[in-house]
Structures are given as structure tokens and as C-alpha cells.
């Protein structure tokens, strides 16, 4: 991957994830690809019954260079940087994916140009998600799909649970020794 600073990982709570398991469809194989064993997107994937892949750089999968041998919608949220390449490698597999991400990237040329002859959809929610205990976030999230919505743009209500921090962080406390961006 073309960045791993610590600043570019923020982990998903579980209250971010929810909202888009409706939307899947049961029998796929989802994969994970910037999420480890104990990523909201895996846990809760699975205990709504879904078949889970993960991967994730720190653990020698680099989404850039590894894929699964099988799959069918990609759902994770990718590191803050690279949105351009990354969203080119999602749409270079040609199957559907919903990725978290800031609403601030709409302000940029990339989904723009990305999409022009695809269809963007966007889950939007009406709060912000929370990915630390300070409840100071600067900025939208929602997810940015192609080929799962039943249409273009829906908005969806957010249960933020405050203080409620993703399970990942004990993943790379156990990599790295410290808990990152856990503010």
C-alpha cells in the first residue's frame, strides 16, 4: 500500500458498521480488506451470518498486491489516503463494494471522474460516525457503493453509541504494542 502511517488508520465502531449489513445479500462472501480478526465489519458480518474474508497490510496482505481466492462484495473502511487508487482497484474487479469513507472526498475530481460512466451510491447518515472517545469529529462519513443500494442516494439514521471504540484496537495493540489513535 502506498501509505501505512498510523495517522491514516482510524477503526470502525460497531454503530458505523450496522447500517449497511441490510443492504447485502445473504449468501455473499464478503471481503474485508483493510480489517483484522477483530474488525467490527468482521465480527459483525459474521454474527449476522455472513461468510467473512480479511486482510489487512499489517498482517502481509496489501490490498494493492492481494486479493482472495474467492469473494463477492468488497465492505471495509480503507485507510484516509490513496481514496483515488484505491476506489480504481475496487472498480477494476468489477463487483460491487461499500467503503466508509469521509463525505469530504465528493468535494474532490476523483468521484467525479471514477464514476462518470458508473453509478456512485451513497449511504449517508444523519450524524457523524465516531472512531474515538474525544466525540470530536470533524467530518461526515458514509458509505460509497456501487452495485448494492436499491438506489442512488438513501439516508439512514446513525445509533452512535458514545465511547464505543472498535475491537480492532486489540489487534494492533498486539502487532505494534500500543494502541494507535486511540484518543
Known amino acids: 500500500m502506498k501509505s ?24 455473499a462472501v464478503i471481503w474485508c480488506p483493510f480489517d483484522t480478526d477483530n474488525s467490527e465489519f468482521v465480527l459483525a458480518l459474521k454474527e449476522h451470518g455472513f461468510k467473512v474474508v480479511h486482510s489487512h497490510i499489517l498482517t502481509g496482505k496489501d490490498f494493492f498486491d492481494y486479493e482472495p481466492e474467492y469473494w463477492d ?62 466525540g470530536r469529529i470533524p467530518f461526515g462519513s458514509g458509505y460509497y457503493c456501487h452495485k448494492i443500494l436499491p438506489k442512488q442516494i438513501i439516508f439512514e439514521n446513525l445509533q452512535v453509541v458514545k465511547g464505543e471504540m472498535s475491537r480492532m484496537h486489540m489487534d494492533m495493540e498486539r502487532l505494534f504494542g500500543k494502541t494507535a489513535n486511540m484518543e
Open 73 to 134: 462484495i468488497i465492505v471495509s473502511n480503507p485507510p484516509f489516503g490513496n481514496k483515488k487508487e484505491i476506489f480504481e482497484r475496487c472498480l477494476s474487479f468489477r463487483k460491487p463494494f461499500a467503503l466508509l469513507m469521509s463525505n469530504m472526498w465528493l468535494n474532490d475530481a476523483a468521484p467525479c471522474r471514477l464514476f462518470k460512466d458508473r453509478e456512485l451510491q451513497l449511504l449517508l447518515f444523519d450524524r457523524r460516525v465516531q472512531y474515538n472517545k474525544l
Open 4 to 27: 501505512t502511517k498510523e495517522s491514516n488508520e482510524r477503526y470502525t465502531p460497531r454503530h458505523a458498521v450496522l447500517p449497511i449489513i441490510k443492504y447485502l445479500p445473504s449468501e
